[in-house]
């Protein structure tokens, strides 16, 4: 079973910057793509950025893209979520993901990943 630990969250003013890292243990063959998701108060959990780990494909909401940059290390089992020119609006918790589909048009559904993370708690101060 793999087992995905975030880090790196916290506050932080509007037009800074933070970086998240996801970890993962018991990675298996069949694990191709990390994804990030965030949730805010009251809302629906929302999908951020995606990539693959062979190659390094990545995907992101066109609300995020220009401003976070998804990348991940192979070696370590670790993703990255890049986040610059934070916002209010980007304040919620930030969960990661480990989805075996090879189909990108899936990347952004939440149903598509089977293993998640606890989360990180990203504040972003007006």
């Known amino acids: 079973q793999v087992q995905l630990v975030e880090s790196g969250g916290g506050l932080v003013q509007a037009g800074g910057s933070l970086r998240l890292s996801c970890t993962a243990s018991g990675r298996t063959f069949s694990s191709y793509v990390m994804g990030w998701f965030r949730q805010a108060p009251g809302k629906e959990r929302e999908f951020v950025a995606a990539?693959?780990?062979?190659?390094?494909?990545?995907y992101y909401a066109h609300s995020v893209k220009g401003r976070l940059t998804i990348s991940s290390d192979n070696a370590k089992n670790t993703v990255y979520l890049q986040m610059d020119s934070l916002k209010p609006e980007d304040t919620a918790v930030y969960h990661c993901?480990?989805?075996?589909?090879?189909?990108?048009?899936?990347?952004?559904?939440?149903?598509?990943?089977?293993?998640w993370g606890q989360g990180t708690q990203v504040t972003v101060s007006s």
């Open positions: 993901a480990e989805s075996p589909t090879r189909v990108i048009a899936d990347w952004g559904r939440a149903a598509a990943y089977r293993y």
């Open positions: 990539i693959s780990w062979s190659g390094g494909m990545t």
